[in-house]
């Protein structure tokens, strides 16, 4: 009889541990952790942020319903499972017991005035949301979500959506939240030194049991160079974009170390295939032939980046690893040109920003000259990253120019769309594509979705629409006394860090 | 003098009315902030219905008239980015700006004042020599460049500074030095200039003649004298520093006024443009009347009525 009540309250055990994902709550806390990043929030208001660096400092103050774990698979935050009633209805289940940091339960309410706020138009969160129909509160602890259409990605852009208190929210307004943020994540807001430090302190009451680092300091260092040297100096335990030329600066430094992730940003060259000798294929295959892409990420992004075949990354669902990027081969090139009847080559213009991405006007420097060698003339012009993206939104860019692209939800869907038809970010259309990529994006089974995609890709790969080049690497400077490594999905996320 | 002080005010509304018009005319000129603030994915309705909600789809001189009815009322209007008031974001970066403007200028004339005294007095001695070689290599020598060398050496191999962000006294060491070099070189150069032309007058000969020591002669005749340019030099530099030093303030992370302003322009966060220009330029405006108002009481010659 005894031994049967132990084994009850083991089993009562057991599955408490399983309910909350985190490990159990760690012992004596403490300590501080300082990251330094290139960029601060513009503000703390879960709506309106949505710059990386932002993401990284609002992830820990807001949970969402469902984020990715370190090996990338989605796994439920806020909720504890969701449930596909119909193609187009979703149902949540939510955590109980959880409360916001001010003291406000966590439940449904919560959860609609979120989604009803992120899907309002004005919402920079919106294209998130967009298709979603409605939100209903089945009861305190299920949501049932109905979307227009099938909206597979439904599930990973949730990861980006902080749930909000909604009547500290309504009593205190937007703009008050944007400086004082409340959620229920593992870390409270302390303080704010706007353009310079922003204070998080651990949340003791976390459902996912409290962090064992105390205290969080994201500080704001513009300049790469003086972001090393914080590291160097033990001011900051971790640096965003370590930018790759200063990598071998702390190769003998004992205290720091380099970590690196595949990457989730790419960086291509897009090619407006309605306009001059950019309608014909064989001269798109020729200008990827032409540009040694290898040369480019070994040289200018000193080797960390990966050339790709297509506009999918690796990191992202859909990724087809059977295609292999365009070799360089100048001579097919100039015998693409020859065939497609431009044996001396043309003139065209080639836009590109200076300063948005990594080493971007180096970049472009070497494609043109690249293009040169194979006959094609391009003339560069560089413009400052307001105007360019002013200029891209109203499809004004072309015919050849760099732009980079990411996907929250990283899903080949939003890459492929810059290939796609009909939208105002595309720059090709082929009506045979497109039928699949629609079939693809409306399929809601994660597996059979990326099978799609993948077959996809050998077309795209052959149509050329872009040249295709590369994905960056994240890089971050991490002080070794730090136990952290940098996710695929780069979400900085301290957590689960603990110090030596 | 009272009425002097009134007229140049007055006047100081009109160089506002007009830098506002100017700097409202341009920021709407270089493009629209709602795509700046919204993802790629984001839809042509989303785009439309933003610069609905910020006003962008008026005409541009209504949306000037409504802009300048809000900020008779102290409402600069909320910042697009930070959807917080903008001009509490410019005065919040008031101190720590103030702070390393003071801290550099009067660091630059601590040092370029003396230094260049003593240069002008020793003219081709090797005093001057190495005073002319720091004011040179002052001017001439990147500010990013030297503030990186600075962090290296004291921050990262010496550690006696911390290598960024503000704080307290030895927050602001580095950053103060680095940007006072460079006002020091002018000032220095300024300031042995006009001594070397006071230097050579007769009524110094005539001093120095009828006796007085040097220091006197030096201090009350030549220096007083010499004053007037350095002053108005010294006047517009802290005019300049005040409404921001970018550079400094990127390399050493300092939470300023340019860097403000700058992120503002890059943005395209207009309400924060407005409200950090409409600042400078008060400032400005300010700054340029007190170094007038010191002409005055350094020389007495000068009246203002």
Not at chain 1, 482 to 492: A, I, T
Not at chain 2, 3 to 15: E, K, M, P
């Amino acid at each position: 009889m005894r031994a049967m009540r132990i084994a009850v309250l083991l089993l009562i055990a057991m599955i408490g541990t399983l309910w909350a994902p985190g490990t159990a709550p760690s012992q004596a806390a403490g300590g501080t952790v300082t990251v330094a990043q290139g960029a601060e929030p513009a503000t703390l208001d879960a709506f309106q942020e949505i710059s990386r660096s932002g993401y990284n400092v609002t992830l820990h103050i807001y949970d969402p319903l469902f984020m990715r774990n370190d090996a990338g698979k989605i796994v439920p935050m806020l909720a504890t499972g969701y449930k596909i009633v119909n193609p187009t209805t979703w149902q949540f289940t939510l955590r109980q017991g959880v409360k916001f940091h001010n003291g406000e339960p966590f439940d449904a309410t919560a959860v609609k005035f979120t989604f009803d706020r992120g899907r309002l138009k004005e919402s920079p969160e919106n294209y998130l949301l967009d298709g979603v129909k409605d939100v209903r509160i089945v009861d305190p602890y299920t949501v049932e979500v109905t979307t227009v259409n099938p909206m597979p990605l439904l599930l990973p852009n949730l990861m980006s959506v902080g749930i909000v208190p909604s009547r500290y929210f309504q009593e205190r307004g937007a703009s008050y939240v944007a400086t004082h943020p409340v959620g229920t994540g593992p870390y409270r807001f302390q303080s704010w030194v706007k353009d310079d430090r922003l204070t998080l302190e651990a949340n003791r009451d976390y459902w996912g049991g409290a962090p064992s680092i105390q205290t969080v300091v994201f500080r704001l260092i513009p300049n790469p160079a003086a972001r090393v040297a914080a590291l160097r100096s033990g001011e900051a335990d971790v640096i965003t974009d370590f930018a790759p030329d200063l990598v071998p600066s702390v190769a003998n430094d004992p205290r720091v170390q380099a970590a690196v992730t595949t990457g989730t940003r790419s960086i291509n060259i897009m090619l407006d295939t309605g306009t001059g000798p950019l309608r014909d294929k064989r001269v798109r295959q020729a200008l990827n032939y032409a540009v040694d892409k290898n040369a480019i990420v070994k040289n200018i992004l000193g080797g960390f980046g990966t050339v790709e075949a297509t506009l999918v990354p690796a990191a992202y669902l859909g990724f087809n690893p059977r295609l292999r990027p365009y070799a360089y081969d100048p001579a097919k090139a100039k015998a693409l040109l020859a065939q497609a009847g431009y044996p001396n080559g043309f003139e065209i213009v080639f836009q590109s920003p200076r300063g948005r991405y990594l080493a971007d006007a180096d970049v472009s420097q070497a494609v043109v000259g690249y293009l040169k060698a194979v006959g094609v003339n391009a003339q560069l012009k560089y413009f400052e990253w307001g105007n360019y993206v002013n200029m891209y939104f109203k499809h004004q860019l072309g015919p050849i120019f760099l732009i980079g692209s990411g996907s929250a939800a990283l899903d080949a869907a939003d890459a492929l769309e810059n290939v796609s038809c009909g939208v105002w970010d595309s720059w090709y259309c082929n009506p045979g594509i497109q039928s699949r990529y629609e079939k693809a994006k409306a399929t809601i089974d994660p597996d059979r979705r990326a099978q799609l995609y993948r077959e996809i890709q050998p077309l795209i790969y052959d149509a050329a629409p872009i040249i295709f080049m590369y994905t960056q690497q994240g890089i971050y400077g991490v002080n070794r006394r730090l136990n952290w490594v940098p996710r695929s999905d780069e979400v900085l996320w301290l957590a689960k860090a603990t110090l030596k | 003098m009272q009425r002097y002080v009134a007229r140049r005010l007055v006047q100081a509304v009109f160089v506002l009315v007009g830098i506002s018009v100017v700097a409202f005319a341009l920021t709407h000129v270089i493009g629209d902030p709602v795509v700046l603030l919204l993802p790629f994915q984001a839809s042509q309705a989303q785009i439309i219905a933003m610069r609905h909600l910020f006003g962008l789809d008026q005409p541009l001189p209504a949306q000037y008239l409504a802009f300048v009815r809000a900020a008779l009322h102290g409402d600069f209007g909320l910042s697009l980015r930070q959807n917080t008031p903008a001009m509490s974001l410019v005065l919040d970066r008031v101190p720590a700006t103030a702070e390393l403007a003071c801290a550099a200028l009067a660091l630059a004339v601590a040092a370029a004042v003396p230094l260049g005294i003593a240069a002008a007095l020793r003219r081709r001695s090797i005093v001057d020599r190495a005073a002319l070689l720091f004011s040179m290599i002052g001017q001439s020598m990147p500010t990013f460049w030297l503030g990186l060398q600075a962090i290296l050496l004291f921050g990262v191999v010496l550690r006696w500074f911390p290598t960024g962000g503000s704080g307290g006294f030895r927050h602001l060491v580095l950053p103060a030095v680095v940007l006072g070099v460079f006002s020091a070189a002018g000032i220095l150069r300024l300031t042995r200039a006009a001594m070397l032309d006071i230097l050579a007058e007769d009524y110094l000969r005539t001093a120095r003649a009828k006796g007085l020591r040097q220091v006197t002669v030096v201090v009350k005749h030549a220096l007083r004298n010499a004053s007037l340019p350095v002053v108005t030099w010294i006047g517009l530099e802290l005019g300049t520093l005040l409404g921001g030093a970018v550079v400094t303030e990127t390399v050493f992370s300092w939470p300023g006024m340019g860097r403000l302003a700058v992120q503002a322009i890059f943005a395209r966060d207009f309400p924060v443009v407005q409200a950090a220009v409409l600042f400078a330029a008060m400032v400005f405006v300010l700054a340029t009347l007190l170094t007038d108002l010191m002409y005055a009481w350094l020389d007495p010659r000068i009246h203002y009525s």
